[in-house]
Each structure stands twice: as structure tokens, then as C-alpha cells.
């Protein structure tokens, strides 16, 4: 009888783990959204203040998104790197190289993502020429 109790419990602790992963990994989800948005939000404004021109060639690429603080060029990339340098990965996907979020440039809108890590918590926002966020 202790041996069936055991294994009753043993199957029970499984399954309350396995749900307490799940609902972790979702609320992660939830938050890093959050933060990809606010990342989004905050390429949506250098664009608008520093007058940003987002490249439609192919050949281009997010290192090359730049604007103009006076008459002096300032680079996206280096915004991106003053502000979020431990979480974005500029040009690969998220999640590479330990970083959490990804930053590219994608026929003339950038991309922010975010690969969840609970099925569906996968999220991408756009942010087009002039500086509007779409999910």
C-alpha cells in the first residue's frame, strides 16, 4: 500500500510541476511582449526625432538605418546599444547569442521579436518609415 501511495503522490508532484512550468513560461511570454513593445516604442520615437530614412533595398540592413542630430549622422544600432545592449542581438533572431530580443531591418520596416517560450508566445512588431508600431 505505501508503494501505491508513493507513486500516487510521485504523479501528482509531476503534474503540479509540469503545470507551474507552463503557467511560468507564459507569464514570461507576457512580459517580454511587454518589453519587445516598449523596445519597439522606443525605435518608433529616434525615428520621428532624429528624422530616421528606414533603406527598401535588400542589400541594406539595420546598421545602416541612421539619422541626423544637426549636421552629425547618428547610427539606430548605437541608440540600441546605449539603451539595450544586454537584451537586443542586432540582425539575428531572438534569442541568439543570449540575447533575449531581435532587431533587423525587412524590406523598408523594422522588425523587433521576440521568440516565446510557451507555444503562440512568439511576437513581432514593425515599425514602418514613419515610425508607426504594428503587431
Given amino acids: 500500500e505505501l508503494i501505491v501511495v508513493i507513486a500516487i503522490m510521485a504523479v501528482l508532484a509531476g503534474t ?3 503545470v507551474t512550468v507552463s503557467q511560468l ?3 514570461t511570454d507576457k512580459t517580454m511582449a511587454s518589453e519587445a513593445k516598449g523596445i519597439a516604442d522606443f525605435i518608433s520615437t529616434w525615428i520621428v526625432e532624429y528624422g530616421a ?3 527598401n533595398d535588400s542589400t541594406k540592413s539595420i546598421t ?3 539619422g541626423k542630430d544637426g ?3 547618428v547610427l539606430l544600432t548605437d541608440a540600441l546599444d ?3 545592449s544586454d537584451k537586443v542581438d542586432v540582425e ?3 534569442g541568439t547569442k543570449g540575447k533575449t530580443f531581435g532587431v533587423s531591418l525587412d524590406g523598408g520596416v523594422i522588425k523587433v521579436q521576440y521568440q516565446g517560450k510557451a507555444n503562440g508566445g512568439d511576437v513581432t512588431y514593425t515599425i514602418n518609415a514613419e515610425g508607426v508600431v504594428s503587431k
Avoid: H
Wanted: no cysteine; charged share 35%.
Fill in 25 to 27: 513560461n507564459k507569464q
Fill in 82 to 84: 546605449k539603451q539595450y
Fill in 71 to 73: 549636421e552629425t549622422d
Fill in 16 to 18: 503540479i510541476a509540469g
Fill in 53 to 55: 530614412e528606414l533603406p
Fill in 64 to 66: 545602416d538605418v541612421k
Fill in 92 to 94: 539575428n533572431a531572438a
